[in-house]
């Protein structure tokens, strides 16, 4: 499937700030066992500024720039075109970073609570295993948006038992690392079917599970009934949890207060 | 080198001045009455206000305190934080602008710098009362150990420059304020009646900056009000005068900007050359005829322009002019609050 996917990005401040850094995670990934090619991205930015890019550690692809002088307002515009659902040839993980997939970060805690939420799931396979973690988060908590934050825990959401992707995504690495399963947290955006174009929509987020050198990575949505990831998934990148693939980050200077706006557009090719 | 390094390297060095400047101020007052037979503790008034007048803010002092002696002045001065310019806020601020950048200082100077910090953190009225000489001493020890340290194991790159100009823009400062208040007060004597309090006052001027021993070297007999003034304005020699200052801040700019050779100048090379072209070729009759008060005012005015275009050509010179905060020539424009913001997040959320 192509997917063409507009992610637009408004930072409007109340009085000029000044020597803003920005960091954008979103150039979806590109083929090497991720089932998706990148055919073309583009980011520009008005106040428009020089953009570099580089490679982080979890193989995304990371653009940043500077804007030194004042201003009101920071524009971020991203287009991408992928191709999904295409067989790639996948190279096995290695021992370092899944280990490191397996540890508790800032917003992946695990507890008494978590370790007995998937206690009676447990399967020799990881794949059933993960499958049915995903399912019983996707029926035991509740979708709402606004009642977490960006900054939301694991431990926050378990004891709310409500949140978005973002936080679902959470918890499942928690059960799954507390368990011993290695995974990562996806970001990403959903093709939501013919006739929701018009929607302005979120970025998404989900889950790859580590199923051995045969099975390579698992993708798995705790947010949708059909869990499974399919080719409607269009992935950005993979880390440890949100902060490692946040989409757009940054710092600045000056006495402001920041209005965010973000419009993300998904629509399939003719 | 980053704006907010440099601006932690100046101001650092700046506040480690006015924190010697203080702790010699104040040892210097201590002793003179001892040296005149009064009780520091039991003076009152008239030798410990002027103090108050080169170190502080006299209104915010009138807030805070009903009377004026030893322990209000140097409570005030030396361990009261709401006060910006005593010395342990001086201290904190300068510690904490290390802390911003410390991987641009060595880990000595860290050290040293984290060693005044403790031993200001603890000190107590008792302890100052107690034992003022010593007490002092420590303090002015430690920001020239300091001093010392910067010199063996920093190197002699812009970093380096930013802290000079801070030590030397604030001594020149200091010494301008010295002479301000301590003119208005001694100068009411003709010198032909000076009486050997008077000379104790004067030697005392001179003692606090330490530049008793320097003068003496050069002016063998009287002591006269004129030859201080002059040896305090003008010398070219003497580290704490404010020529010789006034010089060192321009040297530090010029080697920062690449504008050794006078052929072009920015903002900050023009307002500091002024100054200095001004000292080298002014007399005291110049200063007189316009008279040492408005004379020295005026200085201190010029002093203030140099910090806030240095502040404006290398620290803030991305920052919006409608944003900038009320003129405070004296302290940093947001150190203490926080300057750098993160941008919002948005939740994954679909």
Same mark, same amino acid.
């Given at each position: 499937?192509?997917?063409?996917?507009?992610?637009?990005?408004?930072?409007?401040?109340?009085?000029? =700030?000044?020597?803003?850094?920005?960091?954008?995670?979103?150039?979806?990934?590109?083929?090497?066992?991720?089932?998706?090619?990148?055919?073309?991205?583009?980011?520009?930015?008005?106040?428009?500024?020089?953009?570099?890019?580089?490679?982080?550690?979890?193989?995304?692809?990371?653009?940043?720039?500077?804007?030194?002088?004042?201003?009101?307002?920071?524009?971020?515009?991203?287009?991408?075109?992928?191709?999904?659902?295409?067989?790639?040839?996948?190279?096995?993980?290695?021992?370092?970073?899944?280990?490191?997939?397996?540890?508790?970060?800032?917003?992946?805690?695990?507890?008494?609570?978590?370790?007995?939420?998937?206690? !009676?799931?447990?399967?020799?396979?990881?794949?059933?295993?993960?499958?049915?973690?995903?399912?019983?988060?996707?029926?035991?908590?509740?979708?709402?948006?606004?009642?977490?934050?960006?900054?939301?825990?694991?431990?926050?959401?378990?004891?709310?038992?409500?949140?978005?992707?973002?936080?679902?995504?959470?918890?499942?690495?928690?059960?799954?690392?507390?368990?011993?399963?290695?995974?990562?947290?996806?970001?990403?955006?959903?093709?939501?079917? !013919?006739?929701?174009?018009?929607?302005?929509?979120?970025?998404?987020?989900?889950?790859?599970?580590?199923?051995?050198?045969?099975?390579?990575?698992?993708?798995?949505?705790?947010?949708?009934?059909?869990?499974?990831?399919?080719?409607?998934?269009?992935?950005?990148?993979?880390?440890?949890?949100?902060?490692?693939?946040?989409?757009?980050?940054?710092?600045?200077?000056?006495?402001?207060?920041?209005?965010?706006?973000?419009?993300?557009? =998904?629509?399939?090719?003719? | 080198?980053?704006?907010?390094?440099?601006?932690?390297?100046?101001?650092?060095?700046?506040?480690?001045?006015?924190?010697?400047?203080?702790?010699?101020? *104040?040892?210097?007052?201590?002793? &003179?009455?001892?040296?005149?037979?009064?009780?520091?503790?039991?003076?009152?008034?008239?030798?410990?206000?002027?103090?108050?007048?080169?170190?502080?803010?006299?209104?915010?002092?009138?807030?805070?305190?009903?009377?004026?002696?030893?322990?209000?002045?140097?409570?005030?001065?030396?361990?009261?934080?709401?006060?910006?310019?005593?010395?342990?806020?001086?201290?904190?601020?300068?510690?904490?602008?290390?802390?911003?950048?410390?991987?641009?200082?060595?880990?000595?100077?860290?050290?040293?710098?984290?060693?005044?910090?403790?031993?200001?953190?603890?000190?107590?009225?008792?302890?100052?009362?107690?034992?003022?000489?010593?007490?002092?001493?420590? &303090?002015?020890?430690?920001?020239?150990?300091?001093?010392?340290?910067?010199?063996?194991?920093?190197?002699?790159?812009?970093?380096?420059?930013?802290?000079?100009?801070?030590?030397?823009?604030?001594?020149?400062?200091?010494?301008?304020?010295?002479?301000?208040?301590?003119?208005? *007060?001694?100068?009411?004597?003709?010198?032909? *009646?000076?009486?050997?309090?008077?000379?104790?006052?004067?030697?005392?001027?001179?003692?606090?900056?330490?530049?008793?021993?320097?003068?003496?070297?050069?002016?063998?007999?009287?002591?006269?009000?004129?030859?201080?003034?002059?040896?305090?304005?003008?010398?070219?020699?003497?580290?704490?005068?404010?020529?010789?200052?006034?010089?060192?801040?321009?040297?530090?700019?010029?080697?920062?900007?690449?504008?050794?050779?006078?052929?072009?100048?920015?903002?900050?090379?023009?307002? &500091?050359?002024?100054?200095?072209?001004?000292?080298?070729?002014?007399?005291?009759?110049?200063?007189?005829?316009?008279?040492?008060?408005?004379?020295?005012?005026?200085?201190?005015?010029?002093?203030?322009?140099?910090?806030?275009?240095?502040?404006?050509?290398?620290?803030?010179?991305?920052?919006?002019?409608?944003?900038?905060?009320?003129?405070?020539?004296?302290?940093?424009?947001?150190?203490?609050?926080?300057?750098?913001?993160?941008?919002?997040?948005?939740?994954?959320?679909?």
């Amino acid at each position: 499937m192509k997917l063409y996917v507009e992610h637009n990005t408004i930072f409007q401040y109340d009085a000029p =700030v000044y020597e803003t850094a920005t960091e954008l995670r979103l150039q979806p990934v590109d083929g090497s066992g991720d089932r998706q090619r990148c055919e073309r991205f583009t980011v520009q930015v008005d106040p428009p500024a020089p953009i570099f890019h580089y490679t982080d550690f979890y193989n995304n692809v990371v653009h940043h720039f500077n804007l030194l002088r004042s201003h009101n307002q920071l524009t971020i515009k991203a287009n991408s075109v992928v191709v999904t659902g295409i067989p790639s040839p996948f190279t096995p993980a290695d021992d370092i970073l899944l280990r490191d997939l397996l540890l508790e970060t800032r917003y992946v805690r695990c507890n008494d609570a978590v370790f007995a939420f998937a206690e !009676p799931l447990k399967s020799e396979r990881i794949d059933i295993f993960a499958e049915r973690v995903a399912g019983k988060i996707f029926e035991t908590f509740i979708y709402e948006p606004g009642v977490t934050g960006v900054h939301s825990t694991s431990t926050e959401v378990m004891e709310l038992g409500r949140g978005v992707c973002q936080d679902f995504a959470h918890i499942m690495l928690a059960v799954l690392r507390c368990h011993g399963v290695p995974a990562r947290y996806v970001s990403g955006y959903l093709y939501g079917g !013919p006739g929701t174009e018009e929607h302005p929509r979120a970025s998404h987020a989900w889950c790859e599970v580590y199923g051995g050198s045969e099975m390579g990575w698992l993708g798995f949505d705790p947010t949708n009934e059909q869990l499974l990831v399919d080719e409607r998934y269009v992935k950005i990148g993979s880390g440890r949890d949100y902060g490692d693939v946040s989409l757009v980050r940054g710092t600045f200077k000056g006495h402001a207060t920041e209005k965010l706006q973000v419009d993300v557009h =998904v629509r399939a090719a003719e | 080198m980053l704006s907010r390094v440099a601006e932690s390297l100046f101001w650092m060095g700046r506040y480690l001045e006015r924190a010697e400047d203080i702790a010699c101020a *104040l040892d210097v007052n201590f002793h &003179v009455l001892l040296d005149i037979s009064q009780a520091p503790s039991q003076e009152s008034g008239n030798s410990w206000e002027p103090l108050i007048q080169v170190g502080g803010d006299v209104t915010q002092f009138n807030e805070f305190y009903d009377s004026c002696n030893m322990s209000t002045v140097t409570d005030y001065l030396v361990l009261n934080q709401d006060n910006t310019s005593s010395i342990a806020s001086c201290i904190i601020m300068a510690r904490e602008n290390a802390r911003g950048m410390i991987e641009a200082i060595s880990s000595e100077m860290w050290e040293q710098i984290n060693n005044l910090y403790h031993h200001i953190k603890d000190a107590t009225a008792a302890d100052i009362h107690k034992n003022p000489y010593m007490f002092y001493k420590e &303090v002015r020890n430690g920001v020239q150990l300091f001093h010392g340290i910067t010199d063996c194991t920093l190197s002699r790159n812009e970093g380096w420059d930013f802290v000079q100009a801070g030590k030397y823009l604030e001594r020149a400062d200091n010494t301008a304020r010295l002479i301000d208040v301590k003119y208005a *007060l001694l100068r009411q004597t003709e010198p032909e *009646l000076m009486t050997s309090t008077d000379i104790i006052q004067w030697m005392a001027v001179l003692k606090s900056c330490s530049a008793f021993e320097a003068f003496r070297k050069i002016h063998l007999s009287r002591i006269d009000p004129d030859t201080i003034l002059h040896f305090l304005m003008f010398d070219r020699d003497f580290p704490r005068s404010i020529y010789f200052s006034v010089a060192a801040t321009q040297s530090a700019m010029a080697s920062i900007s690449g504008n050794t050779d006078r052929r072009s100048s920015n903002n900050v090379d023009r307002a &500091v050359g002024k100054l200095e072209a001004e000292l080298s070729f002014l007399t005291l009759e110049d200063i007189y005829s316009q008279g040492l008060h408005e004379y020295v005012s005026g200085l201190q005015r010029s002093l203030a322009v140099v910090g806030e275009t240095i502040h404006q050509t290398y620290f803030a010179y991305h920052a919006p002019v409608v944003d900038m905060p009320e003129f405070a020539p004296t302290s940093q424009k947001h150190k203490i609050e926080r300057s750098i913001w993160s941008q919002a997040q948005q939740q994954q959320q679909q």
